[in-house]
C-alpha cells in the first residue's frame, strides 16, 4: 500500500513538471489543427481576388495592390505595373498553407513569434489584407521558424496562432511590389546607337552584324582615337537589365532640354528615349516604334515561303513594340545616375585626350 502511494505521488509530481515546463507561448490554440489548410476555401476562390494591401508595424501601408483590366498596378505608385510573380506566388502560398502546429493564443507572447497587431511600432510582422470589393480577409505574418521549416502567422483579429509548412515573400518597400525592370535588350540585339544632346552634340556607334564584335564610332576625326574598345561597345549595353529607382506620370517632368537617344536593334524595333536631370534626379522616357515595318517589298521574285517568314518578322517586331509600349508610355522613370551618364555620352567622352603640345 505504502509503495502504491510512493508510486502515484512520484507520477503526479511527473505529470505537474511536464505541465510547468511547458512554455506559455507553445500551448495551443484549439481553433487551428494540425495538417489544415489555414484559409480553406482560398484555392477555389483566389482568381476573384482583386485588392491587397500590405501594412507594416505603426499601421503604415506599404502597398496597396489593385487588380485592373489587364494587370495589377500599385496605387501608391499612381498605379504603375505590379510585379505580377510576387503577387501571384503571395496568393499561391496563402491559398496552400497548412498548419504545422498551432500556436499560442494569447495575446502577451504574440510579440515572441512576430504576430502582434501592426498598430504597435515596433511590430515584427506584416499584415496582408486580401479580397474583393465584398470581402477582406487578413493575415499576419510573423517570424520564420528558427531550426526548423515554416513562418508563424495569425489570423488577424483571432485569437490563435500558427505555425505553417511555408515561408512568406512580403517585402516591406513600395519599390519591391512594382515591376521594376523597365527594358531589356542585350547588346548582341543592337545595330545602331545615337546620342543627340541639346547642345547639338552628337554620337552614333552602330555595327553591320550581329557577328560583327566590335561597335564602330561614327565621325571620327582624322586626328583622333577612340580611348578603348570598351568605351565604344558599352553604348551597346545602355538598355541591358535597365532598373528603376522610382516612377511617376511623364507629364510631371519637363522635357524641353532633353538628351535624345535611338537605339535600333536587328530586328528592325526601335527604341526612342528622353533623358533630363532635375536637382539630384535622373529621369528617362521611352518609346518604342519600328519604321522599317511598314516598307513592303514588292519584287515579284520573292517566293511564299521567304515572303511568309518576312511576314511573321514583320509581326513579331509589331508585338515586340506593342509589348513594350503597353508598359512604358506615359511613365518617367527615375534610374541610377550611372545609367544616366552611361546613356548621355558626348563624343569627347569616347576619345583619348588630346596631347598637350
Given amino acids: 500500500?505504502?509503495?502504491?502511494?510512493?508510486?502515484?505521488?512520484?507520477?503526479?509530481?511527473?505529470?505537474?513538471?511536464?505541465?510547468?515546463?511547458?512554455?506559455?507561448?507553445?500551448?495551443?490554440?484549439?481553433?487551428?489543427?494540425?495538417?489544415?489548410?489555414?484559409?480553406?476555401?482560398?484555392?477555389?476562390?483566389?482568381?476573384?481576388?482583386?485588392?491587397?494591401?500590405?501594412?507594416?508595424?505603426?499601421?503604415?501601408?506599404?502597398?496597396?495592390?489593385?487588380?485592373?483590366?489587364?494587370?495589377?498596378?500599385?496605387?501608391?505608385?499612381?498605379?504603375?505595373?505590379?510585379?505580377?510573380?510576387?503577387?501571384?506566388?503571395?496568393?499561391?502560398?496563402?491559398?496552400?498553407?497548412?498548419?504545422?502546429?498551432?500556436?499560442?493564443?494569447?495575446?502577451?507572447?504574440?510579440?515572441?513569434?512576430?504576430?502582434?497587431?501592426?498598430?504597435?511600432?515596433?511590430?515584427?510582422?506584416?499584415?496582408?489584407?486580401?479580397?474583393?470589393?465584398?470581402?477582406?480577409?487578413?493575415?499576419?505574418?510573423?517570424?520564420?521558424?528558427?531550426?526548423?521549416?515554416?513562418?508563424?502567422?495569425?489570423?488577424?483579429?483571432?485569437?490563435?496562432?500558427?505555425?505553417?509548412?511555408?515561408?512568406?515573400?512580403?517585402?516591406?518597400?513600395?519599390?519591391?511590389?512594382?515591376?521594376?525592370?523597365?527594358?531589356?535588350?542585350?547588346?548582341?540585339?543592337?545595330?545602331?546607337?545615337?546620342?543627340?544632346?541639346?547642345?547639338?552634340?552628337?554620337?552614333?556607334v552602330m555595327r553591320i552584324s550581329a557577328d560583327q564584335t566590335d561597335f564602330d564610332l561614327a565621325d571620327l576625326p582624322a586626328d583622333r582615337e577612340i580611348k578603348s574598345s570598351w568605351a565604344v561597345n558599352s553604348l551597346g549595353s545602355v538598355m541591358t537589365l535597365l532598373d528603376m529607382e522610382d516612377v511617376r506620370p511623364d507629364d510631371s517632368v519637363d522635357w524641353t532640354d532633353a538628351i535624345k537617344l535611338r537605339l535600333l536593334k536587328f530586328s528592325g524595333v526601335e527604341i526612342l528615349a528622353d533623358l533630363v536631370q532635375q536637382e539630384d534626379h535622373y529621369f528617362l522616357r521611352l518609346k518604342a516604334s519600328h519604321p522599317a515595318a511598314a516598307v513592303v517589298s514588292e519584287d515579284s521574285d520573292v517566293s511564299a515561303d521567304q515572303q511568309q517568314i518576312d511576314d511573321q518578322a514583320a509581326k513579331d517586331v509589331a508585338n515586340e513594340v506593342e509589348k513594350i509600349n503597353l508598359k512604358v508610355n506615359g511613365w518617367a522613370y527615375f534610374i541610377p545616375q550611372n545609367k544616366f551618364e552611361a546613356m548621355a555620352k558626348k563624343p569627347e567622352d569616347l576619345l583619348k585626350p588630346l596631347e598637350t603640345p
Fill in 1 to 204: 500500500m505504502k509503495r502504491s502511494f510512493v508510486y502515484l505521488a512520484v507520477v503526479t509530481l511527473a505529470a505537474l513538471a511536464v505541465v510547468f515546463f511547458i512554455a506559455p507561448d507553445d500551448r495551443p490554440s484549439s481553433d487551428l489543427t494540425a495538417d489544415a489548410l489555414l484559409l480553406p476555401g482560398l484555392a477555389e476562390q483566389v482568381n476573384d481576388v482583386n485588392r491587397i494591401e500590405i501594412v507594416k508595424a505603426g499601421n503604415n501601408t506599404v502597398a496597396t495592390l489593385q487588380k485592373g483590366e489587364h494587370q495589377w498596378g500599385v496605387d501608391q505608385m499612381g498605379g504603375y505595373r505590379a510585379d505580377w510573380s510576387k503577387v501571384q506566388a503571395l496568393l499561391a502560398a496563402l491559398a496552400q498553407a497548412r498548419v504545422v502546429e498551432p500556436k499560442t493564443d494569447k495575446p502577451e507572447y504574440y510579440s515572441r513569434l512576430g504576430v502582434e497587431d501592426v498598430t504597435a511600432e515596433d511590430a515584427g510582422g506584416v499584415l496582408v489584407n486580401f479580397g474583393n470589393d465584398i470581402e477582406m480577409t487578413g493575415v499576419l505574418v510573423g517570424n520564420a521558424a528558427q531550426g526548423r521549416q515554416g513562418q508563424y502567422v495569425r489570423l488577424h483579429d483571432m485569437p490563435g496562432s500558427s505555425l505553417v509548412d511555408r515561408e512568406f515573400d512580403v517585402p516591406v518597400e513600395t519599390i519591391d511590389w512594382a515591376d521594376s525592370r523597365i527594358i531589356d535588350v542585350d547588346s548582341s540585339e543592337v545595330a545602331e546607337v545615337e546620342i543627340f544632346h541639346p547642345s547639338s552634340e552628337r554620337v552614333l
